[in-house]
DNA sequence: CCTCATATG
DNA sequence: CATAAGAGG
C-alpha cells in the first residue's frame, strides 16, 4: 500500500510538466494532492482515471486558490469531502476516504506566510485540526494523515533553523503543536524511516536556485496511527519529480 | 525622413522578442509606440538612447494598460504629452513632438471591443480628436499622425468587410469618421503609394492562426496632412517584424 | 520565483 | 490568443 502526498503548487500547471507519467512510473495506490488550484471549469480527471484512479476533489470556493484532490486506485467505502467548519471547508483543505482498514485524510493546512493574519487563522485551525483528529480517532482506528502541514518540528527539518526561530512554519506555537500532535498518537512515518537525518527537505522556495542548493523546509507529512507504526514498509522524499515547488513524500505499508 | 507607427502589444513584451534589433535595423527617424503597457516601474529607455534616440513616453495612469511613445533622432522643438482632456489623457493616447518644419502626432485610439461602453466612448473621442486636430493645424502646418486608429475605413482595408459591417472599427459610423477626417485635408500614406490594393494589414488577432493567413485588418495608420502630400517618397507595412499582434507602418517623407 | 484569475485588447 | 497587474504562495 504505497501512499503518496504531492502540493503539486496547481495541477494544470504540473500536468503541464509531465505529471502524470511521473504517476504511472510512481504507481501510488493511494495518492493525496495539494493546491490543486481547480479554476472555475471543473477539472478534467479522465487521464488519471485511464491510469486506473478513482478521482475524489475538494476544491476551494475560490477559483484558482488552495484545493486539495485524492485519487485511489481502490474505491473507498466513504469518501468525507471536508471538515464540516465552513472557514476551512471553502478554502478546500480536507478530503478522507474510509478503506476498510484504515483511512487516509488529505490536507492542505495554512500557509502564515502572507500576514499576520493568516498566521493567526492557521494557529486557529492547527487547534481545530488537532481535535478535529481527536474525534475521528475515536472511531477511525487506522487513521494515515497525509498532506502540505506548512509547518515543521525540529532543527533539522530545515536548511536554517537558526534564522527561521519566528518564521510562519516554524514558530514555537507551530513546533510546540506538532510535537503534541505527534504525542496524541502519531508517527511521523519519514523520521521513523530516516531517524535524525538532517537535509531532506519537501519544498524549496523558487526563489534563488533554492532547491538546487537544497536550501529547504520539511513541511508535507505522512503521519500515522501509532497503531499502524509495525507496518511501516518504507518511507521518503521522491526529489527527482519535479513539477511544483515542493516533492512527492511518500509511505508504504504492509494492509 | 522615416517615420514608423507600431503598435507594440506591450513594450517589454516586444523587447524580449528583439524589438531593439529590429529598430537598429529599420532605423527610423522617428518611431512612435502604442500600447507600450507601462507598469508602476519607470521603463528603461537607456537601449534606445544607446542607438541614438530621445525617448518621449505618455504612460496611461493605469499600470500595464495604453500608453504611448515616441522615439527620436533629432530633438523636437517641442513637446507636447496628451490632448488636455483628461478622460483621454489619463489612458495615455497622445503625444506630440514639433519639429521645425513638421510635428509627428502619435495617438492610441480607444479600442470599442469590450462593450458598448467603450465603443461609446471610443466614438465620442473620435469626435473630440477630430475638432482637436482641426484646432492644431491652424498653427501646425505639417502635421504626421501616427498611431493605431482603431479604425479603418474601406471594404479592402479588412480581411472579411461583408462580415464586419457593424464590427467595433468598421461600424458606418467610424468609416464615415475616417471619411470626413481624411476630407479635412489630410493623406493615407499607405493609400497613396499603394491605390486600391487589398490584403494589406496591420493587425491580426492572435487567435487560430489569423497572421499566417492573413485574417486582419489595416487599423494602423500615417497621415499627412495635404501639404505634405508630394514629399511622400515611400509607404507600407513591415510585416517581417513580429513582435506584436500589428505589425509597423512607415511612410518616407522628403523633409 | 512561481501559478492562477482578471482586465483588456 | 496575448500582455500585464495583482493575489497568494
Redesign the pocket.
Known sequence: MKIITYNV?????ALS?GLLDWVREADPDVLCLQEI????EPLDVSEFEALGYRAYLHPAHK????GVAIFSKQPPKAVVVGCGTECYDLEGRVLRLDFEDFSVLNTYM??G??GDE?QAFKLEWLRFFREYVRTLRATLPGLVIGGDF?CCQRDIDLHNAKTNQNSPGFTPAERAWFADFLADGFTDAFRHHHGDASGHYSWW????GARARNVGWRLDHLLVDAGLQPRIKAAGHMTDAVHS?HCPVFVELVI
Chains 1, 2 share one sequence.
Open positions: 503548487n496547481g495541477l494544470r500547471s510538466k488550484k481547480a479554476g472555475r477559483p484558482g486558490y488552495s495554512p500557509s506566510t502572507s493568516r506548512n522556495t523558487f526563489r534563488s515547488d
